[in-house]
């Protein structure tokens, strides 16, 4: 849109509220309804736990229905809640605030993309409701298990409706993906040079390429296994025998699954991190008052790590009966890809030297993020390296890394980053006091819940087991650390209600916040009203003349300078 | 100050921990220790780099506080030590890299010379195949599966009629000798793990793995299944017993050939067809419930169904169960059990007459 043209603004509360076509609308509608999903995943992730910590207390958890916890759990806390909260949430909201752009470049596709993503969701949650239930195979669905009766949802429509919901998820995601890359590249203020973006712009950019070239892996992926289990085609069934008959399959092959799954599979995890990568840049700078080291670096450790992530993927296959050769290849890009992940650490932490560290929630967790993604990012160092990964595969140590690295690590990024941008939302700043309770209560209990589950996978514990009972190799002392693990668990659970009351009451009670409570640079807290309106920028859009970090500018007057202040007006 | 005190905790603790942990690896008890060894080199160059790290930050944190019209220092770029991370960080990595890949050579180089075996796997049992006295595995195909014939074997390949055949989830190996696994899954994904040997492959169907190792430690092992295969996964153990030379060759000569196999009789054999189908993955002989209702003394007792039903367990409530389970579902048991519609009346009846004798 040029400037001086009259904004198209709408009419009536549903073209403003429901069918809405502005990002910030959008965003909070991607927000709400990956919270509400990812709520009921934090409860199936409790249900398990009951299991795991008190076997036998609940009757109602038996085995089937324990996998079917599993299983959706996974599947929403990867794809439903952070995907689409990073994504379709901090996406939406931050891409044209920070570029100085009026919107996204395509609003309408944007809005379906939202209701697409919705539809998805519905999808899902149906198979809650549908006769044996919701699938139980393992988020990975590998088949031929998850189309074959013997795993929970598999003869119903349970495994059916998980596949059809991920390709409609992916439908939407590619509307908002071609979004976010053309806004990125052609809606950019006068001045906001590549160069020049926030660090999260960079972030939400390439996650959303390697989502725009991954997500057809799994999509393919879906659409066949949809067939080999409605149309009894065979990509991925060999011949089986099963149930004292050999069944109406052959020459398919399961493993060609697996490649499909995790060439989605692992740039998925950067696709979630990435974005995680890009709050904390943001965070760690603002609230220490002082400028990010190294941002040349930065964004060429951030496009290293998006290009490796396409060649990193087999490292989840080492036993997964590929040609074990192809072992030498992955441990060795998977080591590789550890080397521009940690710059990003050290300039996080660089940045921290000689600063002015105010102790804001946001920035408490920061520095949670950087112990916990230390923590999992080393774990997959042990992983990755082939050799370790023969015990360690498919044990607790898995557990314990990936949820240290891309469950914990991302979700701290995103409390720290609701808390940041809550006054730009409302207008109206979170309680300090309840975020601070709800953030020890989440960084130290989740430590204490995944740090012990690397030892049981020493242990040589599996993962995916109902009951570890029958095993004389698992000691007694398991059960006891489980039940630990659960009580933890339950207390984490029960924290997160303690954000959403200050979410709910903050927005009418919260302290009023002014234009640019936290005194950043970046452009979403210099729009002409706050909360910015629709169009963000009044009758005059912004022009850039400096990068995204002027914190602790010599010669300036404040401590910090805006991208939109000229250097004439910086004293 | 408090992030700098918990945090201190937090990395002190975690540091102390590996001293204290009483879970640790299962005693070692096959050639795999370079695995063990490449997992301690590992967790000396992680820990170094995470105290370090840590302990910059919370260094950082008390330093640097925030003081009221004090800025903080500005410096975007400093290259040389940018260089000089990543060059360490570099030599880190390939520290952890290089002991990794010579130990995964090994892992799949299969030796020239020892004890060849089969691994075989199905919902939710093991069993396992020698080549016998050929030493060549006899042709399978899974085709030619049938509640007979549980290895898919062909008898019409002079290879396959002296195959061993352990129709169980416990085999024998010999100590201090190479062991070389030939893997194969009937149904669905399993992996086969035993976690003081260290060594785990995944079982595909359609296709063989392979796996090696060398027990050095008599006793019995268990092995657990270690990828995901359907709601009896945790239930699917097996047992390795580790003899000497001498008691093994004893073991072996025991059991019975694929010829051997093909004149057995039906009647009788129930026990036999429950092992070889995976019954006792589920039902057990023993009176301990598992994913499905024990057989112990439940022939002739009353059974309460999902539906509120009351029924007898007869022959006929028996029979309907295998071949139609989701008919009558036993309450508080999920309707999982696949329908095993092939079987003849006679499998049927001798499954049946084994079910009664657990039962006084």
């Known amino acids: 849109m040029y400037e001086g043209q009259a904004l198209y603004h709408p009419k009536g509360w549903w073209g403003r509220y429901v069918f809405s076509q502005d990002h910030k609308v959008i965003a909070l509608q991607y927000i709400c309804v990956a919270l509400a999903i990812g709520l009921t995943g934090m409860f199936l992730s409790l249900l398990m736990r009951m299991q795991l910590g008190f076997p036998g207390l609940f009757e109602s958890i038996d085995a089937g229905n324990y996998y079917q916890d599993v299983t959706m759990h996974g599947m929403i806390m ?36 939202f209701w697409v993503y919705f539809l998805s969701v519905i999808i899902l949650v149906c198979s809650f409701f549908v006769e044996s239930g919701p699938t139980g195979a393992g988020w990975t669905l590998y088949p031929p298990q998850s189309i074959l009766p013997g795993t929970p949802g598999a003869d119903g429509a349970g495994i059916l409706l998980m596949l059809g919901s991920l390709a409609v998820f992916i439908i939407a995601f590619t509307m908002g993906g071609l979004n976010y890359i053309t806004t990125v590249l052609q809606s950019r203020a006068k001045g906001m040079n590549m160069m020049r973006m926030p660090l999260i712009i960079w972030c939400l950019f390439l996650a959303t390429f390697l989502g725009l070239l991954a997500f057809p892996a799994l999509l393919v992926g879906a659409i066949m296994l949809i067939f080999d289990r409605v149309l009894e085609t065979s990509f991925f069934m060999p ?21 499909l799954f995790w060439f989605f599979g692992h740039p998925e995890v950067y696709i979630i991190a990435l974005p995680a ?85 946001p920035m408490l967790y920061c520095l949670a993020f950087l112990i916990t993604f230390l923590i999992g990012g080393l774990t997959g160092l042990f992983l990755g390296n082939v050799a370790v990964d023969v015990p360690l595969s498919d044990t607790y140590f898995v557990v314990g890394h990936f949820h240290m690295v891309m469950a914990v690590s991302p979700v701290l990024a995103l409390y720290g980053g609701l808390y940041h941008w809550y006054p730009s939302v409302t207008g ?144 | 100050m408090a992030f700098a005190i918990v945090a201190t905790i937090i990395v002190i603790g975690t540091v102390l921990w590996n001293a204290v942990t009483p879970w640790w690896f299962t005693p070692l008890a096959s050639n795999w220790g370079a695995f063990d060894q490449t997992i301690i080199i590992s967790l000396w160059v992680t820990g170094v780099a995470f105290v370090l790290v840590s302990g910059f930050i919370i260094y950082c944190v008390i330093k640097f506080p925030y003081r009221e019209g004090h800025k903080s220092e500005y410096e975007p770029e400093n290259t040389k030590l940018e260089l000089w991370l990543t060059v360490i960080t570099t030599i880190g990595v390939l520290v952890l890299l290089a002991p990794g890949l010579i130990a995964w050579n090994d892992y799949v180089a299969l030796p020239d ?67 070389i696994m030939q893997l194969r899954s009937k149904d669905v994904l399993h992996d086969f793990y035993i976690p003081q040997f260290r060594a785990k492959m995944d079982l595909v169907p359609g296709q063989h793995t392979n796996l090696w190792f060398e027990p050095t430690l008599l006793g019995t092992y268990e092995v657990a299944c270690a990828e995901y295969c359907g709601t009896g996964h945790f239930a699917m153990r097996g047992l390795i017993t580790v003899d000497t030379k001498e008691d093994f060759q004893v073991w072996l000569e025991k059991q019975p050939t694929f010829a051997q196999t093909l004149n057995e009789g039906v009647e009788g054999s129930g026990k036999q067809i429950a092992q070889t189908l995976g019954c006792v993955a589920c039902h057990s002989d023993n009176g301990v419930n598992g994913i499905g209702p024990t057989w112990k003394d439940s022939f ?9 039903e009351i029924v007898l367990v007869d022959e006929t409530y028996i029979k309907e169960s295998i071949v139609n389970p989701t008919a009558k579902i036993a309450s508080g048991y999920a309707p999982i059990m696949p329908a095993y519609a092939t079987l003849s009346d006679e499998e049927l009846d001798a499954i049946a007459d084994y079910i009664k004798t657990l039962s006084n």
């Open chain 1, 428 to 571: 109206r700043m979170l309680d300090d006091r309840l975020g601070k309770i709800h953030f020890w209560i989440t960084f130290v209990g989740t430590y204490l819940i995944y740090f012990p589950m690397h030892y049981i996978g020493f242990l040589g514990v599996p993962r995916r087991y109902y009951s570890n009972e029958q095993y004389d190799f698992i000691p007694e002392s398991v059960n006891d650390l489980n039940q630990f693990i659960t009580v933890c668990a339950l207390i984490v659970g029960a924290a997160q209600f303690i954000l959403l009351y200050n979410f709910i009451v903050s927005a009418v009670r919260g302290k009023e916040a002014g234009s640019n409570p936290w005194g950043a640079c970046t452009l979403e807290w210099q729009t002409l009203e706050s909360p910015p309106g629709h169009g963000n920028w009044g009758d005059k859009l912004p022009v850039v003349y400096r990068w995204p970090y002027d914190y602790g500018l010599p010669g300036a007057t404040d401590d910090f300078v805006p991208q939109n202040i000229p250097d004439e007006q910086i004293t």
């Open chain 1, 277 to 361: 990568f890009g709050i904390i840049s943001e965070l760690i700078s603002c609230h220490a008052r002082k400028n990010i080291f190294g941002y040349n670096m930065m964004v060429w450790a951030l496009i290293a790590i998006a290009g490796i992530a396409f060649i990193v993927w087999a490292h989840h296959m080492y036993v997964a009966g590929m040609n074990p050769y192809l072992g030498f290849f992955f441990a060795t890009t998977t080591l590789i890809i550890a080397i521009p992940t940690a710059i990003k650490v050290y300039n996080w932490v660089i940045t921290l030297w000689n600063a002015n560290i105010r102790m804001t929630v």
């Open chain 2, 113 to 179: 010379e020892g004890i060849e075996v089969e691994g075989v796997g199905q919902q939710w049992v093991w069993s396992y195949r020698f080549p016998g006295e050929d030493g060549v595995y006899g042709n399978t195909s899974g085709r030619l599966f049938s509640s007979k014939n549980t290895f898919g074997l062909d008898p019409n390949d002079p290879n396959s009629l002296d195959d061993i055949l352990i129709r169980s989830a416990e085999v024998h190996l010999p100590i201090n000798e190479n062991v």
């Open chain 1, 239 to 259: 011949e089986i025998f099963k149930g004292g008959e050999v069944l109406n399959y052959g020459g398919g092959s399961p493993v060609l699954f697996q490649h």
């Open chain 2, 300 to 308: 002739g007792s009353t059974r309460e169904l999902a539906s509120g």
């Open chain 1, 78 to 113: 990867v794809i439903y809640l952070l995907t689409a909260l990073f994504l379709g949430g901090f996406g939406n909201y931050l891409i044209p605030l920070m570029l100085g752009s009026r919107d996204m470049a395509f609003p309408f596709v944007n809005m379906l993309s």
